[in-house]
């Protein structure tokens, strides 16, 4: 373990309260850009993961659709070519 962490131990709430006054008053004028771009950033990642999910959930809709569809018709290929059953016989 490093001894100087050793020494003064963890930063605690007033030391973060201490260098995050500090951290604004030197980037405050820039602080707004920031986070506006931050903003931006958050934004389109969230449209490119809803864009994601939406895709995702189309194809699984389609492909259930269609195994559906070639269920029926397989179901339909097999009425045709099976004879009735004659429940009579012995």
Excluded: C, W
């Amino acid at each position: 373990m490093n001894p100087l962490v050793a020494y003064f131990g963890l930063p605690g709430p007033v030391e973060l309260i201490i260098v995050a006054g500090i951290v604004l008053l030197l980037f405050g004028n820039r602080l707004p850009s920031v986070m506006r771009s931050m903003g931006r950033g958050i934004v389109e990642f969230k449209k490119g993961v809803q864009g994601i999910e939406d895709q995702s959930e189309t194809d699984v809709t389609q492909s259930k659709a269609s195994d559906v569809g070639q269920a029926g018709q397989a179901m339909d290929a097999d009425a045709v070519h099976s004879s009735p059953v004659d429940s009579n016989r012995s």
